[in-house]
């Protein structure tokens, strides 16, 4: 069965998106996200001479062959925005950009007014935008109308690893917006809450700490692939209605007569 | 006349182009380039005429979550 990942009409097989930062090492970050059998891996652009990233590791990225996404991490405005989103297409030479636009610095909520400005103007500008919003679903309405072909709801803020906060949030918004390629992205902190996001019909997660904060992370990394494969299968083949009282599983007709002597 | 590359100063001819800005920091591909917060396209670096003062960031890429 062909069950492909669509982003701006590019299909993918793998549904688990996976960032880039904060591995112990270039080299574990590498191996988990060969381990993660991601296709695509989230990047970003700093000053250059910062002390982390440079060419080693940006070599490393390009070598894995994979479809980069580059994000707007750490804007505060649409204008910083529009500026780190030019800046991320002539680098990495794609019109994709995951558009994150922040409102609150103590929990990195997406500011959702600005966030819609920001994805009218850079969708006008040509770009393809995955914007990282909260779960409101009117939110995600407008931000669909606008003509973003993707969303991505948090599941809880950035690196809390607390999992899915508001299930009937993200559930009400894939069922309200189906046509929509729905990634949950932040807050998920182990592969069951991974799985559980594609079990209420996310098309695909994000993750980067989950992962790269684990003990193991390239044996994290291939839990989070298994979830989330999981997950899907789970949400293709459609879970049986939850009752609220017992039934027995095995057959009741034929029981032995010595059960009816023991009550 | 001084102006402000990644928050450090630098001197410069007077109506210096974003080239020689670029020549002046040692910049190493792969980066981008914004000056007053304001992307300068890579074929737009020749003709632009830096004015004193000015900030220009250059940016390359790094692990993003």
Known sequence: ?????????????????????????????????????????TVSLRRQNSRAGGDDFWQLIKDTGLTVLPNTAGCHSVQEVLTLAQMCREVFATDWIKLELIGDDYNLQPDPVALLDAAEQLLARGFKVLPYCTDDLVICQRLAALGCEVIMPWAAPIGTGKGILNPYALQSIRERLPHVTLIVDAGLGVPSHAC???????DAVLLNSAIAGANDPVLMAKAFANAT??????????????????????????????????? | MQIFINDSAFEVPEKASAEQALVTFGAKPPFALAVNGQFVAQGQYQHLALQDGDRLDILSPIQGG
């Open chain 1, 196 to 202: 559980q996001a594609m079990e209420l019909g996310a």
């Open chain 1, 1 to 41: 069965m062909s069950d492909k990942l669509t982003i701006y009409g590019q299909e993918f097989s793998s549904r688990l998106l996976i960032g880039s930062a904060l591995y112990p090492s270039p080299k574990c970050m590498h191996e988990a996200i060969l381990a993660s059998d991601s296709e695509i891996v």
């Open chain 1, 229 to 263: 494969l999981a997950g899907r299968q789970s949400y293709l083949a459609g879970p049986m209605a939850v009752k609220s009282t017992a039934v027995p599983s095995t057959p009741t007709l034929g029981m032995p007569v010595w059960h009816q002597f023991n009550e």
